[in-house]
Structures are given as structure tokens and as C-alpha cells.
């Protein structure tokens, strides 16, 4: 089992440019999560999807936008890099029967606007 | 809204100490409270979880108690090994199990 996967492992961005997040999981899970993780700091929750074609906001949205048209895939989508978009975008899933799962979290996406 | 709070990092000490991670979280309900470590480089993963008020949750020498009355989870470990720095982060599960984290602590141990 590969687990949660990401793509690229880093990246840079000249601002006003746009890029695509990879995630896949292999584990069938149905929920579906992306944080961003800034320096000295807990991660906070854009967007997660509760199964295919289901997405919704989380803490903060503004500047990306998501789909899921597979139980696999959940790529995030930046439309124009802002510096402020610098940060470790973490991807994670769980296979939801309650608020006690288990999160499983990809090896993140190192993300560099300049 | 929810919110959890880490004591303040980063934290070092030397090799068999004793380990007190303080969490203390702001929740309506009864949600459920995890620990997450995070080595270099890598994704977070889960190290324990609790349910309910005054489970224990325990993995790899760590353990902690849910405790309702303080609203604290906090982390401990009685003898500790290089091989446990990393970066620890407590959170609580919402609905839909979206998850609200600390700010995270790092942890050196040193030989």
C-alpha cells in the first residue's frame, strides 16, 4: 500500500502563476483533506470532501479551489500564487465512521511563491 | 469555535528524562482528541488518540488522558530516546472529523 501520495515534492512559484496540487490515495477512503502548514505553526484545514463529487470549505479557502471526481484523486488548485500562499500543503485521508478515525497524511507538497 | 492550545517549544532534553507535552483545548461537544508526531521531512502521523472523558490513550512509551473536567490531553513519556525528536501536535476532531491542531512543539532529545 502506497498510503497517501503527493506531487511535486516542492515547488516554485513566481506570483500570478498557477499550479496543480497532486493526491491520490489507494486505501479507498472515503473522506478526503488539505492543510497548509506555515512555519511555527499547527496546520489549518482549505478545503476536505466527504466522497466523490462532494466538496466544501474549511478554515482557509481564499485563493484555491478543489475537485474530486474519483474516490483517489483530490488535487488543489491554485489559481494566482500570492507570497502569502508560501507554506507545506499536507493532504490526508480517512475512512470516516465516526469522529474517532484515523487521518492519514501524505509527505506534503513544499510550495515557494517569490 | 474549537481551538487547542500546545505549550510553548521548542523543548530539549537529555536522553531517559521524563516528557510533559501540555495540551488544553476549547471545544463545544465532546470531541475526540489526538496526538500527531511529525518527524523531519516526513508527513504527521498518528501517535494516540482518546474518545471519551477519561480514556487513555498510549503508543510507544506515550501517554494520555482525556480529561473533561480541565479539558486537557496532555502528552507524556517516562524515559525518552533520541529517536523521539520531532515535532508533537495535539488536536481535536469536529464534525466530519475535520481536525483543529495546536501550533505544534518541537522536541530534541539529546544523547
Known amino acids: 500500500n502506497a498510503g497517501v501520495t503527493q506531487t511535486p515534492k516542492f515547488r516554485i512559484l513566481k506570483i500570478g502563476q498557477s499550479m496543480t496540487l497532486q493526491c491520490t490515495q489507494d486505501?479507498?477512503?472515503?473522506?478526503m483533506y488539505w492543510y497548509r502548514q506555515d512555519p511555527g505553526m499547527g496546520l489549518k484545514l482549505i478545503y476536505y470532501s466527504v466522497g466523490a463529487g462532494i466538496t466544501d470549505k474549511g478554515e482557509v479557502p481564499n485563493g484555491y479551489n478543489v475537485s474530486r471526481s474519483t474516490t483517489e484523486d483530490f488535487p488543489l488548485r491554485l489559481e494566482l500564487a500570492a507570497p502569502s500562499q508560501t507554506s507545506v500543503y499536507f493532504c490526508a485521508s480517512s475512512n470516516y465512521r465516526g469522529s474517532q478515525e484515523t487521518q492519514y497524511f501524505g509527505p506534503g507538497t513544499r510550495l515557494l511563491v517569490l | 469555535g474549537n481551538s487547542v492550545t500546545q505549550m510553548e517549544g521548542p523543548v530539549t532534553l537529555s536522553e531517559e528524562a521524563f516528557l510533559t507535552i501540555n495540551c488544553t483545548y476549547t471545544?463545544?461537544?465532546?470531541?475526540?482528541l489526538f496526538w500527531y508526531v511529525q518527524y523531519p521531512g516526513e508527513g504527521l502521523q498518528l501517535l494516540l488518540k482518546a474518545t471519551k472523558a477519561d480514556d487513555k490513550g498510549s503508543n510507544k512509551g506515550f501517554e494520555a488522558t482525556y480529561r473533561k473536567e480541565t479539558t486537557s490531553f496532555h502528552l507524556e513519556k517516562g524515559s525518552v530516546q533520541v529517536s523521539d525528536s520531532a515535532v508533537y501536535f495535539c488536536a481535536l476532531s469536529e464534525g466530519a472529523q475535520k481536525l483543529v491542531f495546536g501550533q505544534g512543539t518541537r522536541l530534541t532529545i539529546n544523547p
Open positions: 486505501m479507498n477512503h472515503n473522506y
Open positions: 471545544a463545544t461537544g465532546y470531541p475526540s
